[in-house]
């Protein structure tokens, strides 16, 4: 059997750190990457629960792999993540696709060599979901997807419970791994030409770390620690829950040069009852008063967030309290998002479910204010010189790269590959919805 694989990723960047991990896995034990699904003798299919969307997208792409694994009954098919962990949908995989080789869930990504040299061995299925995650496996490699920057898991799990939400579901409750392992992975990934990290946790803000010597490591104490690795010019996170936003966070972000001045801070909702609703554990006062204090503190700040439109019982009233607060926060982004009722979550159960064309035409309102203050805020950088970490080639344009701004802005801009993991100084010619366009300053 060539041993040859290919990863189909869903969903969100711990996903794609999870995918990662997998790949550094594959090569260890001697497989070579290929770009194409067709070309794989192994395919890993790395799925995602949050939104009925990535439900079907699976499916739909796992339905696509059973006329090639009728054909070559030597062809593996692999499927993990966050809907493993979901009964109904490991039942769903044994009744109507008992063609898939090996299924396992987001707590035991160490033990997929093992399960799929079984696999290959026996010729045989193999099912192995872990309802918990145990002690966190550290020093696992890692193929990583760019060479100037790196995704670093610093928790797992969420203890937060949101009604919407089957994250507590399917990763389990929170665990920090230890400062001086975060600590000494990116001095390991900086020595290897890593510029900048992104620190990864279902809910970073919830971080508590147990050093060696004893005590306490918060979120702002690790952040100070990874501040002082030499080489490291860049760090970011995501993603905060409101109601963890300390103080001492945000004196971390006026002090810290190396932290960027941007943050992803979801909202859900602009209505206080419909947080309420989602067990959100803030109000909107409080939320705005986060953002005054963050704008307060580090005027410059870039400011993202989620938003859930159509959530049970919502009111036409709630909805325009959302639209108002986009409105006052003006946020640079938002990822907006359909109501998706997921099975085990209390909100599915609720009373009041929204009609479907209720919730697009709200979406509708919502997606056309967002995007025209993205507009906005972005034709505001025309003219400026902006500090851009060049990442790689453009996806709309090959032509050109891409990087990003130290408040996230994603910039195109005409150069050679050679510039690719180097920061430069790009002056903005042109805002656009989404992205900036520039050239480089000499």
Do not use: W
């Given at each position: 059997?060539?041993?040859?694989?290919?990863?189909?990723?869903?969903?969100?960047?711990?996903?794609?750190?999870?995918?990662?991990?997998?790949?550094?896995?594959?090569?260890?034990?001697?497989?070579?990457?290929?770009?194409?699904?067709?070309?794989?003798?192994?395919?890993?299919?790395?799925?995602?629960?949050?939104?009925?969307?990535?439900?079907?997208?699976?499916?739909?792409?796992?339905?696509?792999?059973?006329?090639?694994?009728?054909?070559?009954?030597?062809?593996?098919?692999?499927?993990?993540?966050?809907?493993?962990?979901?009964?109904?949908?490991?039942?769903?995989?044994?009744?109507?696709y008992p063609w898939v080789d090996l299924v396992f869930g987001t707590h035991n990504i160490h033990r997929f060599p093992a399960l799929l040299e079984n696999v290959i061995r026996q010729k045989d299925r193999e099912i192995e979901i872990w309802q918990d995650g145990g002690e966190i496996v550290e020093g696992m490699p890692a193929r990583r997807l760019h060479r100037c920057k790196a995704l670093v898991n610093i928790m797992y799990g969420c203890n937060n419970f949101c009604t919407y939400c089957i994250v507590p579901y399917t990763r389990g409750r929170e665990r920090s791994r230890r400062p001086e392992d975060i600590v000494k992975e990116i001095r390991e990934l900086t020595a290897d030409g890593v510029r900048e990290v992104m620190l990864l946790?279902?809910?970073?803000?919830?971080?508590?770390?147990?050093?060696?010597?004893?005590?306490?490591?918060?979120?702002?104490?690790?952040?100070?620690?990874?501040?002082?690795?030499?080489?490291?010019?860049?760090?970011?996170?995501?993603?905060?829950?409101?109601?963890?936003?300390?103080?001492?966070?945000?004196?971390?972000?006026?002090?810290?040069?190396?932290?960027?001045?941007?943050?992803?801070?979801?909202?859900?909702?602009?209505?206080?009852?419909?947080?309420?609703?989602?067990?959100?554990?803030?109000?909107?006062?409080?939320?705005?008063?986060?953002?005054?204090?963050?704008?307060?503190?580090?005027?410059?700040?870039?400011?993202?967030?989620?938003?859930?439109?159509?959530?049970?019982?919502?009111?036409?009233?709630?909805?325009?309290?959302?639209?108002?607060?986009?409105?006052?926060?003006?946020?640079?982004?938002?990822?907006?998002?359909?109501?998706?009722?997921?099975?085990?979550?209390?909100?599915?159960?609720?009373?009041?479910?929204?009609?479907?064309?209720?919730?697009?035409?709200?979406?509708?309102?919502?997606?056309?204010?967002?995007?025209?203050?993205?507009?906005?805020?972005?034709?505001?950088?025309?003219?400026?010189?902006?500090?851009?970490?060049?990442?790689?080639?453009?996806?709309?344009?090959?032509?050109?790269?891409?990087?990003?701004?130290?408040?996230?802005?994603?910039?195109?801009?005409?150069?050679?590959?050679?510039?690719?993991?180097?920061?430069?100084?790009?002056?903005?010619?042109?805002?656009?919805?989404?992205?900036?366009?520039?050239?480089?300053?000499?």
């Open positions: 059997m060539e041993k040859t694989f290919h990863i189909t990723t869903f969903g969100c960047q711990m996903n794609e750190h999870d995918s990662e991990i997998l790949a550094g896995l594959l090569d260890e034990m001697g497989y070579r990457a290929v770009p194409d699904r067709e070309e794989a003798q192994v395919v890993i299919l790395n799925t995602c629960s949050v939104r009925e969307n990535a439900d079907k997208r699976f499916f739909g792409t796992l339905g696509q792999l059973k006329r090639r694994k009728t054909a070559d009954p030597d062809f593996v098919v692999c499927v993990c993540g966050c809907m493993m962990q979901q009964q109904h949908i490991i039942d769903t995989l044994k009744t109507k946790g279902q809910n970073v803000n919830s971080y508590r770390g147990e050093p060696e010597d004893g005590g306490v490591c918060s979120f702002a104490d690790l952040i100070l620690r990874i501040a002082e690795i030499d080489g490291l010019e860049r760090i970011r996170f995501m993603t905060s829950h409101p109601k963890d936003l300390s103080d001492e966070l945000i004196r971390v972000f006026a002090d810290c040069d190396k932290l960027c001045k941007n943050i992803h801070l979801p909202v859900q909702s602009g209505s206080s009852e419909i947080m309420k609703r989602m067990n959100r554990h803030y109000d909107r006062e409080q939320y705005l008063e986060i953002i005054r204090k963050l704008r307060e503190a580090v005027p410059e700040i870039t400011i993202s967030t989620d938003i859930i439109v159509g959530f049970p019982g919502e009111t036409e009233e709630q909805f325009e309290e959302t639209l108002s607060l986009v409105e006052e926060v003006r946020y640079d982004s938002a990822f907006t998002f359909l109501y998706s009722p997921r099975v085990g979550t209390p909100a599915a159960e609720l009373p009041e479910q929204i009609p479907e064309e209720v919730k697009h035409r709200r979406f509708n309102r919502l997606v056309e204010l967002v995007d025209s203050i993205s507009a906005e805020k972005n034709s505001a950088y025309k003219g400026r010189v902006e500090r851009v970490l060049a990442e790689g080639t453009s996806k709309r344009n090959p032509g050109a790269l891409s990087g990003r701004t130290d408040g996230f802005k994603l910039v195109n801009f005409k150069g050679e590959n050679d510039l690719i993991g180097q920061f430069v100084d790009v002056e903005i010619t042109e805002g656009k919805t989404f992205s900036l366009e520039g050239r480089i300053v000499q």
